[in-house]
């Protein structure tokens, strides 16, 4: 089974400034990888993903992340932040052709005024 | 992607009962998941369900604790078997999306006491 790491547990930060989630994954061979969001009480809604192609995909409400396979690292950024961002935010990673997602522990993100 | 309805939404459970949590899916899918989702903590894959066929446990998790049910191609259940505080938690289910992923429900937030 895959492992993932979120470096990152908590992560405060201010309306309007970027912030960076990390995330790394342990596996050598060919993988999907996947961003979700849990906003307060609610379900995960997928933000984004990558299955091939180019490296950098980006989500409709200005979220990107970078395939990085050397590293085998799965970042996701935003440049500027709202306070509707506040939520936790999963990394999860499935080898191609295996159903079965691996989730990281999860990174809180809180946005102040 | 599919839309999946998922109920109840949350409920108080006494220990020593049992729960059935529903899964309905508007499209038709070969495989549902369910995924258990601890305070705190990230999920884990508690089993596959394919219709037709018994459901596939992840290690750590049973079928007498946690039968499920896969009468057709649209919906499954899940249940939680003589339930201690232990078993409080979020329990989803998921399906592949269309293009690539998977959607998740909303989620059946459980508390016993």
Redesign the interface.
């Known amino acids: 089974a895959q492992s993932v790491t979120q470096l990152d547990s908590q992560v405060p930060v201010f309306e309007e400034a970027p912030v960076e989630l990390r995330c790394n994954y342990s596996s050598s061979v060919s993988v999907?990888l996947?961003w979700?969001v849990q906003y307060p009480?609610?379900?995960?809604?997928?933000l984004l993903?990558y299955?091939s192609g180019s490296t950098l995909v980006e989500s409709i409400n200005g979220f990107e992340a970078e395939f990085n396979k050397s590293q085998t690292s799965f970042h996701l950024r935003k440049p500027s932040v709202h306070i509707s961002d506040t939520a936790e935010y999963?990394c999860a990673v499935s080898q191609i052709n295996d159903?079965?997602?691996s989730?990281?522990?999860?990174t809180t993100v809180t946005v102040r005024a | 992607s599919a839309v999946i309805s998922q109920k109840p939404s949350r409920d108080i459970c006494q220990r020593g009962t049992s729960l059935t949590i529903q899964c309905q899916v508007d499209s038709q899918v070969t495989m549902m998941f369910w995924y258990r989702q601890q305070p705190g903590q990230s999920l884990t894959l508690i089993a596959t369900a394919n219709q037709g066929s018994e459901a596939t446990y992840e290690s750590g998790f049973v079928i007498d604790k946690f039968p499920i049910s896969r009468p057709n191609l649209t919906f499954s259940t899940l249940t939680v078997s003589n339930m201690s505080p232990e078993d409080s938690s979020i329990y989803l289910c998921s399906v592949e999306a269309t293009g690539g992923g998977y959607t998740f429900g909303s989620g059946t937030r459980l508390t016993v006491v």
């Open positions: 999907y996947f979700y009480n609610q379900g995960l809604q997928l993903k299955l999963f159903y079965k997602l989730f990281g522990a999860g």
